[in-house]
């Protein structure tokens, strides 16, 4: 079993930045892609973000491009998500999650992640 725990999320203004971490339980961290995804209310969960087991292969959403970055420190158990200039259309419910098949795929695709944590608000206002 993984145990994922995200924090960072908050309140911010358009336009502001957030860093949201994601720490990991367990000796087999650096074998997972890991990924980031989000739901808003009232809409379908969506990928954002997926890197691999040693950063070499990462995927973003089309629309956080530019914005967002993904990193992972294997040594710390941790995968992060940076955004940058956030926008009220980036508002929802952030939650990472874990690949324990395919170490060297980036997957975008939710049902191919195991193991999800209880993931954290991010609130951006206009």
């Known amino acids: 079993q993984v145990q994922l725990v995200e924090s960072g999320g908050g309140l911010v203004q358009a336009g502001g930045s957030l860093r949201l971490s994601c720490a990991a339980s367990?000796?087999?961290?650096?074998?997972?892609?890991m990924g980031w995804f989000r739901q808003a209310p009232g809409k379908e969960r969506e990928f954002v973000a997926a890197?691999?087991?040693?950063?070499?292969?990462?995927n973003y959403l089309d629309s956080v491009k530019g914005r967002f970055t993904i990193s992972r420190d294997n040594a710390k158990n941790t995968v992060y998500l940076q955004m940058n200039g956030l926008k009220p259309e980036d508002t929802a419910v952030y939650y990472c999650a874990a690949e324990t098949h395919w170490p060297q795929v980036a997957s975008t695709t939710a049902g191919l992640y195991d193991y999800w944590g209880q993931g954290t608000q991010v609130t951006v206002s206009s």
């Open positions: 890197i691999n087991t040693n950063g070499g292969s990462i």
């Open positions: 367990g000796r087999s961290f650096s074998r997972y892609t």
